[in-house]
């Protein structure tokens, strides 16, 4: 087949590292690529764009092995290889952190077992070996990104981590491993912004020193203050490449296509008066001061706060998910107290939890049955399920926010990250909530579906409901935020109208310690 | 087309068929051999007398179906069985109650251990397999205190040297010997409950939410279900239904034998795994558990009537359990999901 798009511009003339040509994967009936042709060349790094679905996870899957039959050549160094399995990868030098932490990590193993996998799988330190003895090379690996773990902290089962140090786990992994093509898809997503200040220093001293980076992100400010070059993906096909100087702005348009992107600019402030829920005395961190605030109807409240500010705690414990130290809570002025999240929805209270696969996602479930969990009443006559209504439920879900899918049957594994997203937001807003607590709801969404997130919960607020935000991002906060909280080490330190306060004080507040 | 024949696509297609109809297409030669070779095997007696063989084990296994559906396990399926066994005998043995007494004595018990179970699961947080494989190891040693050690039948000499004043009743044997129709009692009890669990996991918004809690619990629970209260549920369906089986045992047996039981929980155990992969659905289920133990009861029918011994049977339900299970993982090369019908 001849090839129509351009290959990428040979900007040094140096063979490169990787090639990918006229590669098509396809799913069943579903072709996810249709002949991707790219160069990633030594000491670049490439931007990978594409809206949520649009194949970026599986070209990765593709050149890292997971995927081996797919159509179309890969190339190492001129060349053409058969990428069979992760460990060929590996052995031709690629190195991939993939989107999705739960795939990657190795459950029941140790920290330090976890960090030293992949020696462990060339043999070169044997499986059975007391933890002990791993520790010098895992802190070793934990020292590429100045992750400072204690012994402690390495010999614990992977699962006591949260997500973002296995996050932090995973990139140290594969940036230890001196890799010669290095693959990241949304590293940063589940990082505060100093942890991905240090990925970023490590990503570029590794372009100098000669290394190929892919890198796949939705946060177009990375991006531009990262990549030298930038290739767009759409329908399975590249439809823009561009060196620096990047404009973002094009990249954005061939990335959506026909798609408009939600204007946020020209929205309406909404500020309420009816307060939803009284927080009193909220102690949320182990030895934090106690917190008040009001939570009021009508707006929505961002909570902005680094990973660890206790902007989940708060959520979780207004939703019953967990027990609250000490205080109390009121909803519409009489006592709340939600002993479970059973409580809590019955109310009306909802939460999208932080972690989407490990609080969110059931595994092997359609959209059909993952939407309509939390509200089985409304799907069912004297409990007997009515399919009728629970495709209705999952269909609205499906058009309200464009999640690219078969049907309200299809499995919600094969969904790309950024439309589970969708879906599990969705089924919540559907069911009009009065208080709505979305935590860190644009982990891993598109920019035309963080829009269409932003737009549903302001339009929710602008019904009459009480929606909350939290992030430790400030842009996501300012743009759909009417209201911002900046919370430190579990307390509050700013309360202020975000039309009122500006980017400056609010990052200077949030960074402020006691 | 020889070269189609070998294109991925067919072996795919080949593969998929054998993983979705390989337990039924094995259950089916199974039984048209034996019927073929043992004229005596295809006669509506033998098929009735396989069914009533079947309807204990695949009771138990129903029961293990719940907690397998809720990812969990019940051990103390046999010992509750047994226990059911005594509790009868003892009812109308040794108090010289009536028959309808004994079967109540008896559900009650079997709500009481699961009850238990779902206490030390939920409330104290003890691993499910550790709970009830505590339970089972209680039950079995609690029973034998007030008999002594003793199996306890009509006319036996009690500890102060009196004669046990009851007997089983006739209407209580009736359990096992009873017809309606021509289908003898036990198969009836058998399908009626599989019809009922059938519909409660796959049509009912309970066994939707028993589903999700082995799918993901933490998810199950953010999206507000009472995943304490289900999980428990399941372990007292658990124990009813394996008093159900022991009540049609005791019937059978007609006396309160202490080891009656203790073989049952890997038979049913291992229906219910079987279960899993009938259709490639990988999912414990109602349908699939029935099927199992009808398998494993054809398998040790035909054995028998081509004069194998009785000591040959666990290895041929060891063969049963490993080819079911060759059809669910291997070839489909899937872990069990706890995925709802749609
Ligand atoms: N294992 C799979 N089985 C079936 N379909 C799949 C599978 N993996 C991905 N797909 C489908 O392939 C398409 C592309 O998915 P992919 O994960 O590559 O998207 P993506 O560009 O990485 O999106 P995101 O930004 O949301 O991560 C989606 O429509 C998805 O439904
Ligand atoms: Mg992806």
């Not at chain 1, 490439?46 to 050549?73: F, R």
């Not at chain 1, 409990?383 to 209504?389: A, D, E, N, T, V």
């Amino acid at each position: 087949m001849l090839d129509e798009t351009p290959s990428a511009p040979d900007a040094a003339g140096a063979t490169p590292a990787l090639e990918l040509e006229d590669i098509t994967m396809s799913f069943g009936a579903n072709q996810v690529l249709k002949g991707v042709t790219l160069a990633l060349l030594p000491g670049r790094v490439t931007a990978l764009l594409g809206a949520n679905g649009a194949g970026k996870s599986t070209l990765i899957k593709v050149l890292s092995g997971v995927y081996p039959d797919h159509g179309g050549t890969i190339r190492i160094d001129g060349e053409a290889v058969a990428m069979e399995s992760p460990m060929a990868a590996a052995r031709h030098g690629i190195q991939t952190v993939h989107q999705r932490i739960d795939e990657t990590i190795v459950p029941g193993l140790s920290v330090a077992e976890n960090l030293v996998f992949e020696e462990i799988i060339r043999g070169e330190i044997p499986a059975v070996r007391s933890l002990r003895r791993l520790l010098p090379r895992a802190r070793e690996i934990a020292a590429t990104l100045d992750l400072g773990w204690s012994d402690d902290v390495l010999t614990k089962d992977v699962f006591e981590l949260g997500i973002a140090d296995s996050q932090l786990l995973l990139l140290a992994r594969a940036l230890s491993q001196q890799p010669k093509v290095l693959v990241l898809d949304e590293p940063t997503s589940t990082l505060s912004q100093s942890e991905a200040d240090r990925l970023f220093a490590l990503v570029r001293r590794l372009r100098d020193e000669g290394v190929a980076v892919l890198y796949v992100s939705h946060r177009l400010s990375e991006i531009s203050s990262l990549a030298d070059e930038l290739v767009v993906l759409r329908d399975g096909r590249i439809r823009n490449r561009q060196e620096a100087p990047l404009d973002m702005a094009a990249a954005v348009r061939s990335m959506l296509g026909d798609t408009v992107l939600a204007e946020t600019a020209g929205r309406t402030e909404m500020r309420g008066t009816r307060v939803a829920v009284e927080v009193r005395g909220v102690q949320l961190l182990h030895r934090s001061a106690p917190v008040d605030v009001d939570l009021r109807y009508g707006e929505v409240t961002g909570v902005v706060g680094l990973i660890g500010a206790g902007k989940s705690e708060l959520a979780r414990g207004i939703f019953g998910a967990d027990r609250l130290r000490c205080g109390s809570l009121r909803l519409d002025g009489e006592d709340y107290r939600p002993r479970r999240t059973a409580d809590a929805v019955r109310r009306g209270v909802y939460l999208v939890p932080e972690d989407r696969a490990a609080e969110a996602m059931l595994p092997g479930w359609t959209i059909a049955t993952t939407s309509t969990l939390p509200f089985l009443r409304g799907v069912t006559r004297s409990g007997i399920l009515r399919p009728g209504r629970e495709r209705g439920v999952a269909e609205a879900v499906i058009t309200d926010f464009g999640v690219v899918a078969t049907g309200p049957d299809q499995n919600v594994d094969a969904l790309s990250g950024g439309n589970q997203q969708k879906v599990v937001v969705g089924r919540w807003m559907h069911a009009g909530p009065r208080v709505l607590l979305l935590d860190e709801p644009f982990r891993g969404v598109d920019i035309g579906a963080r829009g269409d997130i932003s737009r549903r919960a302001r339009e929710q607020a602008a019904a009459g409901a009480c929606v909350v935000v939290l992030s430790s991002d400030v842009d996501e906060i300012r743009e759909i935020a009417d209201r911002v909280l900046v919370m430190v080490e579990g307390e509050l330190r700013l309360d202020a109208y975000t039309t009122e306060v500006d980017n400056d004080a609010i990052v200077a507040s949030m960074s402020e310690v006691a | 087309m020889p070269e189609a024949l070998r294109s991925p696509e067919t072996v795919g297609r080949v593969r998929d068929a054998l993983v979705k109809y390989g337990f039924i297409a094995v259950t089916v030669v199974l039984f048209v051999f034996f019927a073929a070779t043992e004229p005596a095997f295809a006669q509506s007696s033998t098929m009735f007398s396989m069914l009533k063989f079947a309807s204990v084990t695949a009771i138990l296994g129903l029961g293990v179906t719940f907690t397998m559906v809720v990812g969990g396990l019940d051990l103390s399926i046999g010992a509750t069985a047994g226990l059911a066994v005594q509790l009868a005998a003892m009812t109308m043995v040794f108090y010289n109650l009536t028959g309808p007494t004994a079967v109540a004595a008896v559900l009650l018990g079997g709500v009481l251990v699961g009850l238990a179970n779902a206490v030390l699961i939920v409330v104290f947080k003890i691993p499910d397999l550790l709970a009830t494989l505590g339970m089972m190891f209680v039950i079995q040693g609690a029973k034998l205190i007030p008999v002594s050690g003793q199996s306890v039948s009509s006319g036996m000499v009690l500890r102060d040297g009196s004669v046990a004043p009851g007997r089983f009743t006739p209407d209580f044997l009736l359990i096992d010997r009873g017809f309606v129709g021509p289908v003898p009692l036990p198969v009836v009890i058998m399908l009626v409950l599989v019809v009922v669990s059938w519909f409660v996991l796959s049509r009912t918004s309970a066994g939707r939410i028993l589903y999700a809690i082995g799918a993901n619990p933490e998810a199950a629970r953010l999206a507000g279900v009472r995943v304490g209260l289900y999980r428990g549920l399941a372990y007292v369906i658990s124990g009813l239904f394996a008093s159900v089986g022991g009540l049609i045992l005791v019937s059978r047996i007609g006396q309160g034998d202490v080891n009656a039981g203790a073989s049952s929980l890997l038979e049913a155990v291992a229906v219910a795994l079987v279960g899993t992969s009938v259709l490639g659905l990988a999912r414990p289920n109602a349908w699939g558990t029935l099927l199992g133990a009808l398998l494993v009861a054809i398998v040790l029918t035909g054995l028998t009537m081509k004069g194998f011994q009785y000591y040959h049977q666990d290895t041929a339900k060891g063969f049963v359990l490993i080819v079911a299970l060759l059809f669910s993982f291997t070839l489909s090369r899937r872990k069990v999901r706890y995925t709802p019908a749609t």
